[in-house]
């Protein structure tokens, strides 16, 4: 059974966040926290803490409407370990030869307005010789649908295939959503492995599914935040299942109204 706890709207309706409990999805509950924005009303930004930070923090001092944490990051030292380019200028790229080949998908922000897009080492070396100076990127993995379609996933022993929380952004019907699957609490959310999570946005709106989607850091990162309701999902890093337990972070995505 699913039960639909809350619905959220934004300025003008534009921006609605919605919150999913199903007692048996994939045989386990899960729980499921996503925000769905209009394009034409919002602008897009990826931000480097420059530290680690709580996704929270730095959605309040941007005076974002809506935030969701961002790619893989080193926890001791910081910042991103996939490529990161904030408005032409790089911050970071991808480190570790396992890192290049399951980085495949990346969130490209260009004068405010968010895509979902593969990636590449070849697509990493072009950006790194020609950035672009109003265009930001965020390498992550794996990308999960492409044009409607399911992408082959890359399999990892224990991040694949065990569930985990997770955090994705997907293109809908011409709107950009955030997407957290909270997890690692028995009985509550279970999380969901990579397979799950690409069968579950098929399968949204009857079937309809999205247009492209990639996933981005999960497990205690995943966080979801919204102006006027605060922490949303229950981040799992103290291993309660409230809103308090979120982990600080070396990068994030958030919306701002135009």
Known sequence: MCVLFAVSCGVNGKLASYHLHYDDLFGSPQDISFVEINPGKYKFVVIDHKALKRTSE?????GAAAAING????????????????????ADTTKGDDMKLRTNGAVVVRKGKLSVVPWSQEKEKRFIRKPGRHTSVMATMPLLIKDGY?????????????????SVVFEKDGKICLMVIDGRSKGNAEGMTLDEVQRYLQSMDG??????AV??????????WTVKDGVINHPSDNGKFDNKGERRVANSIHALQR
Request: overall charge positive.
């Open 58 to 62: 730095v959605a309040a001092e941007a």
């Open 71 to 90: 790619t893989f990051y080193n926890m001791k030292k910081g910042g991103s370990v996939c490529y990161l380019q904030i408005d032409g200028i790089v």
């Open 150 to 166: 399911a992408v082959e996933l890359p399999y990892y022993k224990g991040f694949s295939d065990k569930r985990h929380p997770r």
């Open 207 to 212: 079937g309809k599914g999205c247009k492209n």
């Open 215 to 224: 996933n981005l850091d999960g497990g205690g990162s995943s966080t979801l």
